[in-house]
T-cell receptor, first 115, second 114 residues
């Protein structure tokens, strides 16, 4: 079946512009996660959705970052007024359920470059 | 808060040699433990996981890992490495209770020489 998809695969933007990153989770997966992977770093947790609600958004680095999920499916991560330090690979993952040690399925990521 | 340490940034092995990737965690209770692999340009794929029970866990692609509570470790092993195993490997630790969102280590890059 279809896995987690993300778009775009690559995004180059100028400093100060807003960007939107999209994640399509596996159908039926109620939990969705966003991570950021910087060069040489591990995965940095950003936000977790259970359905359309975000019970944990503790990883969002600043108020320039926001995310939403609609219809219990697609999620969009928005970065406003991008900065060069926002350059990273943004990974999305979904799991059948949240609130438990369920396997996460990852998308291929969106590579964001801020010039 | 839990933390995960992968002490080796890079590991180089010859094809056919055995492999051990180290992972140590810091948490008082027994956590949930995962190993993921990330091939270039790909998302992460789960290799294996430990929740409870037998401390030696078998995964996909011939990998195994052993949970050692006394050492707070969950090292990944493979008896004979193939060139296709070259990738980035991440250990992750999940906290029981709450949202179970795992904390990931910084990763170990595996280089395989022919």
């Amino acid at each position: 079946g279809a896995g987690v998809s993300q778009s775009p695969s690559n995004k180059v933007t100028e400093k100060g512009k807003d960007v939107e990153l999209r994640c399509d989770p596996i159908s039926g997966h109620t939990a969705l996660y966003w991570y950021r992977q910087s060069l040489g770093q591990g995965l940095e947790f950003l936000i977790y959705f259970q359905g359309n609600s975000a019970p944990d958004k503790s990883g969002l680095p600043s108020d320039r970052f926001s995310a939403e999920r609609t219809g219990g499916s697609v999620s969009t991560l928005t970065i406003q007024r991008t900065q060069q330090e926002d350059s990273a690979v943004y990974l999305c993952a979904s799991s059948l359920k949240g609130g438990g040690p369920h396997e996460q399925y990852f998308g291929p990521g969106t590579r964001l470059t801020v010039t | 808060a839990q933390s995960v340490t992968q002490p080796d940034i890079h590991i180089t092995v010859s094809e056919g040699a055995s492999l051990e990737l180290r992972c140590n965690y810091s948490y008082g209770a027994t956590p949930y433990l995962f190993w993921y692999v990330q091939s270039p340009g790909q998302g992460l794929q789960l290799l294996l996981k430990y929740f409870s029970g037998d401390t030696l866990v078998q995964g996909i692609k011939g990998f195994e890992a052993e949970f050692k509570r006394s050492q707070s470790s969950f090292n990944l092993r493979k008896p004979s490495v193939h060139w296709s195993d070259a990738a980035e490997y991440f250990c992750a630790v999940g906290l029981s209770g709450g949202s179970y969102i795992p904390t990931f280590g910084r990763g170990t890059s595996l280089i395989v020489h022919p």
